[in-house]
Structures are given as structure tokens and as C-alpha cells.
């Protein structure tokens, strides 16, 4: 590989700011420095800022500006939704998630077990799809909250959160989904899903790091995330990330406003790699591993819930495309795994 110009295909990962996003941040890292908590002029600018970008985040969503509130990352929107619903519930039961989560999700659950709750855990199939079948063996009277992926990062799977949605619903559950990488990918449409919890990771969309968003349905009861000023309707005090705000609400415009063209783009692209890979690479996998722990390789645990042994869910490698990504790119990604294949088997 090239290190002088290196080929990044690991989007899922991160993505980088777009032009029209820096720019957006620009103005409140120079000029316009003021807290929006503040009543001058300079707060009273900073404050325009981020609630015109919760317009354009609800926007994206279809949801109404007020219900779209800012946290610092796609994994604290994911602890927030978790412990606001499950802190002011009198049922202090039951927590249904799947398999195949992230850890945003898996970990919070997790904790929840040890502080009295019970987490079930929805199986995969062998094609890793979570079906909304399940729940009626699952669910429970005591049931509070059901939180499912929307698309996985690993395999890139849709789930059917509409129809899981429906059926917690019908037992009285809350319904939060983890949209991370799906929004400004495919249409994202709260109203549509049938959800009361959404998050949103803004470096997932070619906006900053360090910036995110959670979806509450207006009247779902949550408890405050942290305690201190009332910031975001009481629920994670803390002067807000103007600049990483304003970066959001202008990621989210872009993808509103270019949704179904890069769609169809990525699709191409993705065809194209593929149809490469199967010519260059037919019968073989990457040997790299999904993820690294302490100097060791470990087998992908969403594979190993899907029934994959182990040897196998070691090797499978993530190749996942951005806006950026160009016909030349996918051609030398391609090639050169073939370069690197036919050097391991040469190597026996």
C-alpha cells in the first residue's frame, strides 16, 4: 500500500467532516465565542446557532425540533435514552435488547443486570436477522424498555425496529433504536419506525467527533442523565458544543437534502467492490480480525451470535464506503487485497 496516500474504507468507523460542516463550526471556534445560557448578544448568537441545528437535526429525523437534543457522542445518546427510561420506572424488570449490539448498547444493559434488572437478549439467525417473532416468547408485563439497532456496524443489517416496535408497544415497553449507521444513509423517519428513542452519532454522518443527538418522543419520562443546570430540558447538563452542534445541524442538512442521490451512489459503488472481490478473491477471507483486545485477535462476537465458529469470525474484514469514496479507490483496494492474498497463500 501506498502510505504516502493510503485508501481508507473503514466509514462505519468514522467519517471525515465535510467542507460546508467545517464551515458551519467555523464562525463559533473564532468570532462567536459566547455561552447560549447567556442573555447578551454573544449567548443570544451562540443559542441561535444550536437551535437552528436542532431544526436541521429534526429535519433529517422528521421529528419536531424540541423532541432532537444534543449530547457528545452516539454512545452517551445510547446511555442517556437507557437510564432516563429505566431510573424513573416503577416496573424496575425487564430490559430487552439483542444479540448483535454495540457496545453503546450491550454495556448499559449489562449494568443494568447488576443493578437488579433483567436483560433478554433477542437471537440472531444464522443470516443474523432479529425478528420481531421472538417477543411474544420474551416479553413480559414487567418489560420497560426494548432497545434494538436500527443497522448493524458489522454486517450492515436492517433490522425491522417498525415491527418490533409495534409489538413492545402492544406490551406497554418504551422503544429506543441505535441509528448510528443508518442515518444519512437511508431514510430515517422516527414517525415511521414507531419509536420513543433514537440516537444519532455525529461522526458517523461526516460531522465532528465529539457531537451527537438523541430523539425523545414528546412526553416519554426520563431522568436526568447528570445533575447540575438545566441544559437540554434538564436531562445532561452542561454549556453546549456550539461549534460540534452547529457542525451536526449542517451534516444533517446535507444528508436531507442529498439522501437519495448518494444512496444510489454508495449502492453502485458497493456492487462494484463486491463484483472485484468475488473476480480477484473468490473462495478466500481475510485472516485480520474484527477486533483487537490486549495484543490478542478476537472472533467477532455479532458473527459468533449468528452461529459462525470461531476460526471463522476471526477472519471476516469490514470494508464500508463514504461519500468520498472514488471508482480508482475501490479498484486499488481491490487490488491489492488480491496482492496480499496470493502473498499469504505463497506463504502457506
Known amino acids: 500500500m501506498d502510505t504516502d496516500h493510503p485508501i481508507y474504507h473503514d466509514y462505519n468507523a468514522t467519517t471525515p467532516a465535510l467542507p460546508e460542516v467545517v464551515e458551519a463550526m467555523l464562525p463559533y471556534l473564532r468570532e ?54 429505566t431510573e424513573l420506572s416503577a416496573k424496575r424488570g425487564q430490559v430487552m435488547t439483542s444479540i448483535i449490539e454495540h457496545p453503546a448498547t450491550s454495556a448499559p444493559c449489562s449494568r443494568l443486570e447488576r443493578h437488579s434488572w433483567r436483560a433478554s437478549r433477542l437471537q440472531a439467525g444464522r443470516d443474523g436477522r432479529v425478528g420481531p417473532e421472538q417477543l411474544t416468547d420474551w416479553i413480559r408485563a414487567e418489560t420497560t424498555l426494548m432497545t434494538v439497532m ?29 441509528a448510528a449507521q443508518s442515518v444519512a444513509k437511508i431514510r430515517v423517519d422516527v414517525r415511521a419506525l414507531d419509536v420513543d428513542l433514537l440516537s444519532v452519532a455525529g461522526h458517523k454522518l461526516y460531522a465532528p467527533k465529539g457531537v451527537g443527538a438523541l430523539y425523545v418522543r414528546r412526553g416519554t419520562p426520563m431522568a436526568p442523565f447528570t445533575l447540575g443546570a438545566g441544559h437540554e430540558q434538564g436531562l445532561w447538563p452542561g454549556t453546549e458544543n456550539v ?21 444510489a451512489r454508495m449502492s453502485a459503488l458497493r456492487n462494484r467492490v463486491w463484483t ?53 479507490e475501490i479498484e486499488c483496494a481491490a487490488d491489492a487485497l488480491r496482492r496480499a492474498c496470493r502473498e499469504l497463500r505463497g506463504r502457506g
Open 150 to 178: 436500527h443497522s448493524n456496524n458489522e454486517i450492515g443489517l436492517l433490522l425491522p425496529i417498525a415491527a418490533i416496535a409495534t409489538a413492545a408497544h402492544a406490551a406497554g415497553a418504551l422503544v429506543h433504536t441505535d
Open 32 to 85: 462567536h465565542a459566547g455561552n447560549p445560557s447567556s442573555g447578551h448578544i454573544f449567548g443570544c448568537r451562540a443559542r441561535a446557532a444550536v437551535d437552528g441545528a436542532r431544526e436541521q437535526v429534526a429535519a433529517l429525523l422528521g421529528c419536531a425540533s424540541e423532541e432532537s437534543l444534543f449530547t457528545s457522542a452516539g454512545t452517551e445518546a445510547d446511555n442517556v435514552a437507557k437510564r432516563g427510561v
Open 276 to 328: 472485484l472481490l468475488l473476480a480477484a478473491i473468490p473462495e478466500v477471507g481475510a485472516s485480520t480480525g474484527s477486533a483487537c483486545h490486549d495484543g490478542y485477535v478476537a472472533p467477532s462476537p455479532v458473527l459468533l451470535a449468528m452461529g459462525m465458529p470461531a476460526a471463522e469470525a476471526t477472519g471476516p474484514m469490514r470494508l464500508s464506503l463514504g461519500c468520498p469514496t472514488t471508482d480508482e
Open 243 to 263: 461549534a460540534g452542534i452547529a457542525g451536526l445541524g449542517a451534516a444533517c442538512d446535507a444528508a436531507r437534502r442529498s439522501l437519495h442521490a448518494a444512496g
